[in-house]
């Protein structure tokens, strides 16, 4: 029903909280008076809960989505988890795979906007919940919000920052009750029948701590390492008072959270597991890391304790820190470091020039593993390369030029369509276009050609750039007119005789594509085919030219009529050859409408000579192809034939 992330062993309930968002949910009524919860009472579809860092936003956002109420007032509830560098396609995709029981169509020139525009789509007058956790960008919530505002629907958004967001009932999630920070620290250092001096060590514990959750169960994971002996009760508050700038403050916090995380380590006492942790470090926040994902990021780097690990052993390794409190997550749905860990474990990787060697055997690692074909659907290493790969190499970039990154451009000529998606991604179009300019002026024509045709997968690209790499790529590989990439350059023309149809790029690029056939010496259907479309397209132009910007008046009798007959000669001589090159029966029929079809856009043309109402075969050969391809009965094609005396009945 939801990707939502996992409940920690051990948690604070935090009732009003809950109500409160609930209320919110299931009525749009918010209540007042209660202590810690701060909200207007507006009705609106959206909430935002925002609180420092560790403060427990995430974990109250799986509680409510996991009410009995809540899950049964909505239909459908999605869960993404947003974070600082979110991959906003893919998480259109998750969202709308959640929402809608399906896969999002993948469409190549795809963009944000539309991915958007199509999930708005299918969320009209639906009753659906998304949650969006840890947002730090308002765009990134426009982005992802699909939700339509005019239906029971709701979306409920996590976020460090106050007022980050417009529109929407905002609450604000408070510390812990200094009652409740010791409750939860001593639950979590499974610390049963506490006396006095464990209560009060607690107490010192929380107050240093700042009764922040996150730090809370930090040291609670500390406390279980001393396997029930009382010695913490000194140890763990000594350590703590070496540093008395508390946690309320992010930024005063850091040195705290770094002796907590060292600490724990220290206890855990398992190299393997430490090489487990500091591995987990290069992975982008707020995505889950399955397990074949773990081992595979592990085996990437050669010195990794745990790099050799079987499956069982990894568990292990992973299962020691997430009871330590080090993960979050579970072995079962995928582990993630919290966004305040991740920073600690990334000061000790030794700088950008440490994470960007790590990064680069990350990204040689799923290079490597990837299949031929691409991942299957549903595949675990499939689904996280497509979130997080392109964080992994925007990382591992050399800070220099992509001149002299060899490694990046392999990433860019990959067989597999989302290596490369990642790769142009996070390398950038203006990089991309920057290098693709340098080699041709270096003359090497078809290495630049290669470079535009990759940067057209570019994630972030507009439609409009997308179009103008596919056409760059023709233009260059034309310019190339190299024999040996001669299926390359078929492979990118009849790419680009899809896009932009009928305008003056699309026009040449048909030119190409049937000069480049021709000179194969082979005619087939397809290539026939090419011919055909580009005898019609003068007689399209004079039709439809104003829909596609090469005329500015509407076209007059005259031109229609002329338009008419130069496409149905072009049907009849040039496709007719073409049907008669193959034996396959739907694209017979699908010759057979094209002309029918011509003429029935036209009804006045049916009065001019041109027009044979006999040609393929005639009311018997209109009569299969529009059974076939079950055609409705007042299809303009079946009216303009009834025009020319044919009494067409479809099957259907």
């Not at 993404?80 to 809608?100: A, C, D, R, W």
């Not at 505002?149 to 996590?158: A, E």
């Not at 990382?395 to 998606?421: C, K, R, T």
């Not at 750039?465 to 590989?477: N, P, Y």
């Amino acid at each position: 029903m939801c990707g939502g992330a996992d409940l920690p062993d051990v948690l604070t309930a935090r009732a009003e909280v809950g109500a409160a968002i609930r209320e919110h949910l299931l009525v749009g009524n918010i209540g007042t008076g209660m202590p810690a919860v701060s909200i207007s009472a507006a009705k609106k579809s959206k909430i935002s809960a925002h609180g420092q860092g560790g403060v427990g936003k995430t974990t109250v956002a799986v509680l409510t989505v996991q009410d009995e109420a809540v899950r049964r007032h909505f239909v459908r509830i999605a869960w993404v988890s947003v974070g600082q560098t979110p991959s906003l396609m893919e998480m259109q995709k998750s969202i709308y795979e959640q929402l809608v029981g399906s896969a999002m169509e993948v469409k190549e020139d795809a963009t944000i906007q539309t991915q958007l525009v199509e999930l708005q789509a299918a969320c009209q007058d639906q009753r659906w919940l998304l949650v969006l956790d840890d947002v730090w960008d308002s765009k990134h919530e426009r982005s992802l919000n699909c939700i339509d505002p005019n239906s029971p629907s709701k979306v409920l958004v996590t976020t460090r920052i106050r007022g980050l967001l417009e529109g929407c009932n905002e609450m604000s999630l408070n510390l812990l009750t200094t009652d409740e920070a010791v409750d939860l620290l001593l639950r979590t250092g499974h610390i049963k029948n506490a006396d006095d001096a464990a209560t009060a060590a607690a107490a010192q514990i929380a107050s240093l701590c700042g009764n922040l959750p996150l730090y809370l169960s930090i040291c609670g994971g500390i406390i279980l390492g001393y396997d029930g002996i009382d010695e913490w009760q000194t140890e763990l508050v000594g350590m703590m008072e070496d540093d008395r700038t508390g946690v309320i403050d992010d930024g005063a916090g850091e040195s705290m959270g770094e002796r907590l995380v060292e600490s724990s380590l220290n206890m855990l006492n398992n190299e393997a597991a430490l090489s487990v942790f500091m591995a987990l470090g290069v992975c982008p926040e707020d995505v889950l890391v399955a397990m074949p994902v773990v081992q595979l990021i592990c085996g990437a780097d050669a010195d990794n304790a745990a790099g050799k690990a079987s499956a069982a052993s990894m568990r292990g390794f992973v299962k020691a820190l997430l009871d330590r409190n080090l993960l979050q997550g579970s072995i079962a749905n995928g582990v993630q470091m919290h966004d305040i860990v991740r920073d600690v474990v990334r000061l000790r990787l030794g700088g950008e020039d440490g994470i960007r060697e790590k990064q680069r055997c990350v990204v040689g690692a799923f290079v490597s593993a990837c299949p031929a074909g691409g991942w299957a659907y549903g595949n675990a290493v499939g689904q996280y390369a497509a979130l997080a790969l392109e964080q992994h190499m925007a990382e591992g970039l050399l800070p220099s030029s992509l001149q002299d990154d060899a490694e990046a451009q392999a990433w860019l000529m990959h067989p597999e369509g989302l290596i490369v998606a990642n790769a142009a991604t996070a390398i950038g179009p203006s990089v991309l276009e920057a290098f693709t300019a340098a080699k041709e002026a270096a003359g090497e024509l078809v290495l630049a050609a290669r470079v535009a045709w990759a940067a057209r997968l570019g994630k972030h690209s507009s439609q409009d750039a997308f179009a103008d790499f596919i056409f760059r790529a023709t233009d260059l590989l034309e310019a190339a007119d190299d024999a040996s990439v001669r299926a390359f350059e078929i492979e990118v023309l009849k790419r680009a005789y899809t896009t932009e149809f009928m305008s003056e790029r699309n026009v040449k690029t048909q030119r190409r594509l049937a000069a480049v056939q021709a000179a194969a010496g082979a005619v087939t259907f397809e290539s026939k085919y090419q011919e055909y479309l580009l005898a019609r397209a003068p007689g399209y132009m004079l039709q439809f030219g104003q829909l596609h910007g090469a005329r500015e008046d509407p076209a007059p009798l005259e031109d229609v009529v002329e338009g008419t007959r130069i496409r149905l000669d072009a049907t009849r001589d040039i496709a007719g050859q073409a049907r008669a090159l193959t034996d396959d029966p739907v694209l017979k029929r699908a010759v057979v409408l094209l002309y029918f079809t011509h003429m029935g856009l036209n009804l006045g043309c049916t009065e001019h000579p041109f027009w044979d109402p006999t040609a393929f075969g005639g009311e018997a050969a209109l009569t299969e192809a529009c059974n076939h391809w079950t055609c409705a009965t007042m299809g303009p094609a079946v009216m303009k034939a009834r025009g020319v005396g044919f009494d067409f009945v479809s099957t259907h």
